[in-house]
């Protein structure tokens, strides 16, 4: 299964990855680098039977993205 990374903004497909934590680690990057607000157009995605699925978004996926991060620093 395919994870994808997307700037709802842009239209810029940031990444691919197989596995949500991986993406939330570069939403946490983001976060990290840019802010909090520089994530905010943010969207999870997955790729099921050939469509695409939303998973996170917006402050939904900066939530996600810290948990991740505080649960892997554990």
Do not use: C
């Not at 790729?47 to 554990?74: C, F, N, W």
């Amino acid at each position: 299964m395919i994870f994808e990374l997307w700037d709802r903004k842009t239209g810029n497909l940031l990444g691919e990855f197989t596995s949500p934590p991986e993406a939330l680690e570069l939403v946490w990057e983001i976060i990290q680098d840019d802010g909090p607000k520089a994530a905010e157009t943010l969207a999870l995605g997955m790729v099921e039977e050939g469509h695409p699925v939303k998973l996170y978004d917006g402050s939904l996926l900066i939530k996600m993205a810290r948990q991740t991060h505080l649960t892997a620093a554990s």
